[in-house]
T-cell receptor, first 117, second 112 residues
Framework: GAVVSQHPSWVICKSGTSVKIECRSL??????MFWYRQFPKQSLMLMAT?????????EQGVEKDKFLINHASLTLSTLTVTSAHPEDSSFYIC?????????????FGPGTRLLVL | GNSVTQMEGPVTLSEEAFLTINCTYT??????LFWYVQYPGEGLQLLLK?????DKGSNKGFEATYRKETTSFHLEKGSVQVSDSAVYFC???????????FGKGTTLSVSS
C-alpha cells in the first residue's frame, strides 16, 4: 500500500529556534497533504491543508506565520515551526491524499514528536 | 460544529474476548464515518468506513454500522487477538472535502 514518511520522528529544540518537519509520499503523488497536531490524550486536530504549488489553507486559530507550510512537489510537504516555544511541544502528523473525496485515500505518516525546552 | 466522541481507554481484554469501542458523532449534513487504527510505531491506517446511514463497514473481523438515529458508529469484533493491540480512532469527514475530524483514540491491549 501507499507509504508516507515523516522526518524526523523525534526532535528536541531550544525555545526560539525553528524546526522543519518533512512529509513525503514515497510511492504515489499527493495532490493534497494535511497537517494534524495531537496533544496527549487528545484528538488529532487539523492544522492546515496544503495543495502542491499553492498556499496552504489554515484552520481557524492556527497561526500561519508560525507554522509555515510548503508543498513544493507532489511528494513533499514541509512544516516549519518558527520561533518554537514550549507550548508548541506536540505530536505532528501528516497525511497525503491521492485526490479522491471522502477521506478514505488519506495515508498517514508515523508522526513527529516535538519537544521545545 | 462537527465532533466525534469515543470511549476513553485503555481497554484491556484477553485473547478471543468480544470487543466494543463506542463512537458517537455530531455533524451537520451526512458525513462519512471511519475507523482508523494505529499500531505501535506506525502511521494511521484506514480500518473500515461507511458513507451513508445503515451501511456496515467491515475489515479484518472488525465491523461498524452507521446509525443515523443514534448518531453512532461503534466498532466491534467477535474475537480479538494479541495482534489487534493498537490505538483505534473514530473519525468523520464533512461533506465539504476530505478533512478528517477525529475522536481522541482508544488504546486496546490484548493479552494471551
Amino acid at each position: 500500500g501507499a507509504v508516507v514518511s515523516q522526518h524526523p520522528s523525534w526532535v528536541i529544540c531550544k525555545s526560539g529556534t525553528s524546526v522543519k518537519i518533512e512529509c513525503r509520499s514515497l510511492d504515489f503523488q499527493a495532490t493534497t497533504m494535511f497537517w494534524y497536531r495531537q496533544f496527549p490524550k487528545q484528538s488529532l486536530m487539523l492544522m492546515a491543508t496544503s495543495n502542491e504549488g499553492s498556499k496552504a489553507t489554515y484552520e481557524q486559530g492556527v497561526e500561519k506565520d508560525k507554522f509555515l507550510i510548503n508543498h513544493a512537489s507532489l511528494t513533499l510537504s514541509t512544516l516549519t515551526v518558527t520561533s518554537a516555544h514550549p507550548e508548541d511541544s506536540s505530536f505532528y502528523i501528516c497525511s497525503a491524499d491521492q485526490g479522491a473525496r471522502g477521506g478514505e485515500t488519506q495515508y498517514f505518516g508515523p508522526g513527529t514528536r516535538l519537544l521545545v525546552l | 460544529g462537527n465532533s466525534v466522541t469515543q470511549m476513553e481507554g485503555p481497554v484491556t481484554l484477553s485473547e478471543e474476548a468480544f470487543l466494543t469501542i463506542n463512537c458517537t458523532y455530531t455533524a451537520t449534513g451526512y458525513p462519512s464515518l471511519f475507523w482508523y487504527v494505529q499500531y505501535p510505531g506506525e502511521g494511521l491506517q484506514l480500518l473500515l468506513k461507511a458513507t451513508k446511514a445503515d451501511d456496515k463497514g467491515s475489515n479484518k473481523g472488525f465491523e461498524a454500522t452507521y446509525r443515523k438515529e443514534t448518531t453512532s458508529f461503534h466498532l466491534e469484533k467477535g474475537s480479538v487477538q494479541v495482534s489487534d493491540s493498537a490505538v483505534y480512532f473514530c473519525a468523520l469527514a464533512n461533506q465539504a472535502g476530505t478533512a478528517l475530524i477525529f475522536g481522541k483514540g482508544t488504546t486496546l491491549s490484548v493479552s494471551s
